[in-house]
Every structure is written in structure tokens, then in C-alpha cells.
């Protein structure tokens, strides 16, 4: 079988499987190259306390690593305050213990609007490529944050960018009053959007799993980290005519990903994995068209980005409507070949599972799940617990 052979590549976002690369890339799902107008700062002596074997991740040069930076976005990550009602905050819906995802089919916003999708996965985001599910303009962390701070259709938080009354609560916050002039020294005003959004950037940089107990046997050789069925089920995984690994390649299990390049160039791929065919005109449901939505090219309905299988065991519902329960319901649709819609990948074609290569695939996706990231106190709610009053 092919063994991931290294994490250091420059530009194979593919680790796994290298032979099988090129097959997968004439399939031409999307190819954007942008030349990406962003400037990546040199190597930084940031502390990343990477996992062995993972190079560190890029970073904007306007918005560089520190650790007083990392720790506010912890702070405003966790922080209630920052919404319009004080009833949640971007911990809300991306939970630690669910891997940084909550269990709804779909994410309600802090007044109760139910947004179109499932919330995502936050771990490697500083790697990935492209955020969101299917948008290919969202290509930097520091500009994501401003749909959930100040959208309205749905509201998630619903701060208002121009005068929110929590731009004066962290300028008379005590914490906040020490944390953001050590993030930002020198800035005569550093109580600002543009600064709360480069330090959750800072923050989400930093949320790295990469010790689960696969990490631990493939690349730390620790032969014993996971059972002979999960071995198997890798096997499975890597290989034809299941061909998991065509879509959830790479160190983060979870498609294309950013490496430490000097021009920022970068491929970006959505693809459908067939989850609809509706009669109609589009064959998916109205309000989750995929990349389409941006492209209005009709051979781009139904495309998403292939989601990071890393922690997915904790991470039910699956899919980007959360419209799948359990991960049998996942293997399932994929043995079943999806719905042959006129997008669907050419890749998913079906297969059967013996009972036994199912509970060993099942062995495999649940060996990505990282205890040690979803405990680790660095991720976790910085502030002191409240008592009830
Ligand atoms: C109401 C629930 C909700 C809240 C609150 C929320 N998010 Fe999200 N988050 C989502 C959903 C839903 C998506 C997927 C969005 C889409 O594809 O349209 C998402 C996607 C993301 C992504 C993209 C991940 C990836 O791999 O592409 C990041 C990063 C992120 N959120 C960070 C944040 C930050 C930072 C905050 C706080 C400022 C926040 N979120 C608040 C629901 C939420
Ligand atoms: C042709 C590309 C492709 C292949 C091959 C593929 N997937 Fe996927 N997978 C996707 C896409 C795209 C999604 C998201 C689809 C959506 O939400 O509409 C997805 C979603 C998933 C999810 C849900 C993850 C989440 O966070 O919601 C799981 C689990 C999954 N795939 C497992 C697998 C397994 C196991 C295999 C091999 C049997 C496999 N995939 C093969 C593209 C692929």
C-alpha cells in the first residue's frame, strides 16, 4: 500500500497516496489559482508546539504571531459580550469537546435565526486554503470573522460594525484594557473591529490537532497507538474504490491546504459528493446550492469543500446541512455510489463493505479523534466561571 510518505512537501496538498494525485486532479473539480494579493510573513519564531512533523502554518505579514495576541482572541473567542444580547459568542457554536462544532444539524445565531449550514470544524484552520463551505472569496481568517460578527441574514452574533457598545466594553474591561495594548503595542487606538478580528485570527492559528492516536502511529511509530481493525480501516481508506483520501487528502484529512509559499498561490477545490438529485431545476435544496451560489456556473451545483475528517467521530451531524446522523449513515451514501446528480464526482462510484471492513473503516475515521486537542486547556474558555447570582 502507499504510506503518507511526508508532511513536508511544498506544494502537494496531498500527502497520502501521491501516486493516485495526478488521477484525482484531472478530475478538474474547480481549479481557482489565486494569486493571492496577500504578503505571508517569513518564518516567524512564533512557538507553534506543532505536532511532529507539521511545518508551521502561514501568517498575513500585516498581522504576525504573538503570544499576548493569541491569548486575547482567546479571551474575545470566549467572550459573550461580543454579540448583540450577551447570549453567546463564537464558542457558542464551535465547542472544544465537538471539535469546535456544536451538534445541531445547523448553527443558530445568538436571536435564534437558523443559519443555512452545519457550523464547521475549526482545527488547522490556518492551513486551510479557502474558509467556509462553499466560498471560494473567503480566503483569509482576519476577514472571515465578519460574517459571524455582523451579519444579519441570519444574524449569528449581531454586533453592529460601525458603533457596537462592546468597542467601549473592551476599552474599560480590565483584562481587555491590559491584553489589547500588549497585542498591539504602540497603536495609539488598539480598541477597534479590525484589531478583535486580527486577534481571533491569532487565536484560530493556534487551534492545531495533530496527536491523535493515527498521528501517533504514522508518523510518530508508535505501533501500538491503534487496533489492527483501524489499520485495516486505512488501508480502506487510501485506497480504490473507496478513494477517501482522493477528497479528505492530506495532513489535515480535509482537502486543499496553504503551505508556507512566498508567492501565496494556491489551488482551491470544491466538489460534490452527491448528497442530492431533486427534480427541478437545481438538484440540490434552494438554499444550499454549493459553490454554485457564487459561480452561477450550473455544473457547480452541489460543490463543497471536503471537510476535515480529523475529530469527526465527536462531530455528528455530518454534512453541511448536518442531514446525515451517524457516520454509518456517512458510509452508507458513499457505498451506495450518492445520487448520481449531474455534478457528483466521477470518484464516488460505490462499493460494497463486508460488516467487517465497515467496523474497520469506522476504526480508522475514530483514530483521528484527538483526546489531547479536545481537552487542552490552551483552547479552552480563558475566563474565570461565574457563579450564579
Ligand atoms: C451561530 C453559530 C456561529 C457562530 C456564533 C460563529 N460561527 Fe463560525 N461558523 C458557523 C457556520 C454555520 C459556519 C459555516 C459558514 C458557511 O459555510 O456559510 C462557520 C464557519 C467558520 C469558519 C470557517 C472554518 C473553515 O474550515 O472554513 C471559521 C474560521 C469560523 N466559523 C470562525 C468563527 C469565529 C472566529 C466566530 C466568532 C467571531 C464564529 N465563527 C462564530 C457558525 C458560527
Ligand atoms: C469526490 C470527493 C469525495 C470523496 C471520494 C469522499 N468524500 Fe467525503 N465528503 C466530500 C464532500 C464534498 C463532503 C461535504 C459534502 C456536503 O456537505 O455537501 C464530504 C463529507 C464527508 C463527511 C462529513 C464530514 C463533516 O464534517 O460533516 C464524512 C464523514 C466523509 N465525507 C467521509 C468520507 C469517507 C469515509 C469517504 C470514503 C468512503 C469519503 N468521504 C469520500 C467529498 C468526498
Known amino acids: 500500500m502507499i504510506r503518507p510518505a511526508k508532511i513536508r512537501g511544498k506544494s502537494s496538498n496531498a500527502i497520502h497516496s501521491e501516486s493516485s494525485r495526478p488521477k484525482f486532479r484531472s478530475l478538474a473539480l474547480i481549479l481557482l489559482v489565486a494569486a493571492s494579493a496577500v504578503a505571508w510573513q517569513s518564518p516567524s519564531t512564533f512557538d507553534w508546539h506543532l505536532p511532529s512533523g507539521f511545518h508551521a502554518p502561514p501568517v498575513p505579514a500585516d498581522n504576525p504571531m504573538s503570544p499576548a495576541k493569541v491569548e486575547l482572541g482567546r479571551y474575545l473567542f470566549y467572550d459573550p459580550r461580543l454579540s448583540v444580547n450577551g447570549e453567546g459568542s463564537c464558542s457558542t457554536c464551535h465547542m472544544q469537546k465537538y471539535g469546535f462544532t456544536d451538534q445541531r444539524p445547523v448553527a443558530i445565531g445568538v436571536t435564534g435565526q437558523s443559519h443555512p449550514r452545519r457550523v464547521m470544524p475549526l482545527a488547522n484552520v490556518a492551513w486551510f486554503a479557502v474558509f467556509n463551505w462553499a466560498n471560494p472569496a473567503v480566503t483569509q481568517l482576519e476577514d472571515q470573522s465578519t460574517t459571524p460578527l455582523f451579519n444579519n441574514h441570519p444574524v449569528e452574533l449581531g454586533l453592529n ?85 482522493r477528497c479528505h487528502g492530506g495532513f489535515t484529512f480535509g482537502g486543499t491546504t496553504i503551505y508556507q509559499t512566498t508567492d501565496g498561490a494556491h489551488g482551491i477545490e470544491f ?45 455528528a451531524p455530518y454534512m453541511h446541512d448536518g442531514s446525515m446522523r451517524t457516520l454509518d449513515d456517512v458510509l452508507d451514501h458513499y457505498a451506495r455510489g450518492g445520487t448520481k446528480n449531474p455534478s457528483q464526482s466521477p470518484t464516488i462510484q460505490g462499493f460494497t463493505l463486508t460488516p467487517q471492513q465497515r467496523a474497520d473503516l469506522k476504526a480508522f475515521l475514530e483514530s483521528l479523534t484527538d483526546e489531547n486537542f479536545l481537552n487542552n486547556p490552551a483552547f479552552a474558555n480563558p475566563w474565570p466561571i461565574r457563579s450564579p447570582d
Open 161 to 245: 460594525e460601525q458603533s457596537d457598545k462592546f468597542l467601549h466594553t473592551i476599552a474599560t474591561d480590565p483584562i481587555y484594557a491590559k491584553l489589547f495594548p500588549q497585542a498591539f503595542p504602540g497603536d495609539p487606538g488598539p480598541y477597534t473591529f479590525a484589531h478583535i478580528r486580527k486577534a481571533l485570527a491569532a487565536f484560530e492559528r493556534t487551534i492545531i490537532s495533530g496527536n491523535s492516536p493515527y498521528d501517533r502511529f504514522r508518523y510518530r511509530h508508535e505501533s501500538n497507538a491503534i487496533s489492527e481493525s483501524a489499520r485495516r480501516g486505512e488501508d480502506i481508506f487510501f485506497h480504490q474504490p473507496y478513494s477517501c483520501s
Open 271 to 315: 466538489v460534490s459528493n452527491g448528497l442530492y438529485n431533486l427534480p427541478g431545476p437545481h438538484s440540490y435544496p434552494e438554499d444550499n446550492l454549493g459553490l454554485y451560489e457564487h459561480t452561477h456556473n450550473p455544473a457547480d451545483i452541489g460543490k463543497f469543500r471536503p471537510p476535515s475528517l480529523r475529530n469527526v467521530s465527536v462531530r
